[in-house]
């Protein structure tokens, strides 16, 4: 039995009350970042309201036939590509996801809408994505200077264009113990950060042992991804993660990734240190390889020093 933790909680409010107030809340920041590899954040800026209508027409979306959500060009006016279900590279049971999903450039999130189906998805996904966008900017901001880094690097490299959202469900499974919701992994991005509802599903490794997360209905959960672990030289923590499966409800979620453009360069910011520079490009077609050949993903000790 997985025993159920709460993440860290950190009130991003305190940022706006002062230096004294605004020093303590970045350096629980960081610390959750180095101790966890994952923290959850309140008043974070995206109102409640926003958060609601964004799960609504997700689920209005996946309510549509495989057919339709398949042929989300065609049907649903999202790029082609965009819908994913299962994992095509699975060689075994275990290495399948029981899960689908719409993972979406942040920049085709204003392009999309799903015509002739009677809600408003496009606006939605537009005004979240502006807005959590924000939030994760400022989050690595701050990582960044509590290492001593008043660094423009992630405002310079993070576009729309780079960026993604992903909009996932997992079914009900009637073999739970069987099959993952998505399968262990770490982020391969600088930060991701998760809207979830309240149904569980996400764990972490904390200590070598398997944590769940305990759901918080106001908070929004934040990880670090591999690449913030390359350039801060090891100090923040990309943490394996996993999602569960459910017998009886199905759980939805919607997540953020902060990527940069594939040409950009991660470079440890201090020295000596552990990895070779490598662009982004480079790292994601190491991961699809790794993927293709061995079933699943190597990641960071491929580009150590």
């Not at 996946?62 to 994913?84: A, H, I, V």
């Not at 908070?219 to 996993?242: C, M």
């Not at 990527?259 to 662009?279: A, G, L, N």
Request: aromatic share 10%.
């Amino acid at each position: 039995m997985v025993e159920e933790c709460e993440l860290p909680l950190i009130n991003l409010g305190r940022l706006e009350l002062g230096e004294k107030e605004r020093e303590e809340c970045m350096t629980e920041i960081a610390r959750a970042s180095q101790e966890w590899g994952f923290f959850q954040v309140v008043n974070h800026g995206i109102s409640g309201e926003l958060l609601q209508k964004m799960k609504n027409e997700q689920e209005m979306v996946f309510k549509q036939s495989f057919d339709k959500k398949r042929q989300e060009d065609k049907c649903l006016n999202f790029l082609s590509g965009t819908y994913r279900w299962g994992t095509p590279s699975a060689t075994c049971l275990r290495q399948l996801a029981w899960s689908e999903a719409f993972h979406i450039p942040l920049n085709d999130t204003s392009a999309t809408s799903a015509s002739g189906l009677n809600y408003t998805l496009s606006s939605t996904m537009e005004q979240f994505a502006t807005t959590i966008s924000s939030l994760a900017l400022k989050l690595a901001e701050i990582l960044a200077e509590k290492l001593g880094h008043k660094s423009t690097f992630f405002q310079e490299n993070c576009f729309p264009s780079t960026c993604y959202l992903r909009m996932n469900r997992y079914p009900p499974c009637p073999i739970p113990s069987e099959v993952f919701g998505l399968m262990p992994h770490t982020d391969s991005d600088f930060l991701t950060i998760l809207h979830q509802d309240q149904v569980g599903g996400l764990q972490l490794i904390k200590d070598d042992e398997w944590i769940a997360v305990k759901p918080n209905p106001e908070a929004l959960v934040i990880n670090v991804g591999d690449l913030f672990q390359a350039w801060s030289n090891n100090v923040y923590k990309s943490v394996q993660h996993r999602v569960v499966t459910n017998l009886q409800v199905e759980r939805f979620s919607t997540a953020y990734f902060l990527c940069p453009s594939y040409d950009t360069v991660i470079q440890s910011c201090r020295e000596p240190s552990v990895y070779r520079k490598f662009s982004f490009g480079e790292y994601r077609r190491q991961v699809q390889e790794d993927v293709q050949k061995l079933g699943s993903k190597i990641g960071l000790p491929r580009f150590v020093v």
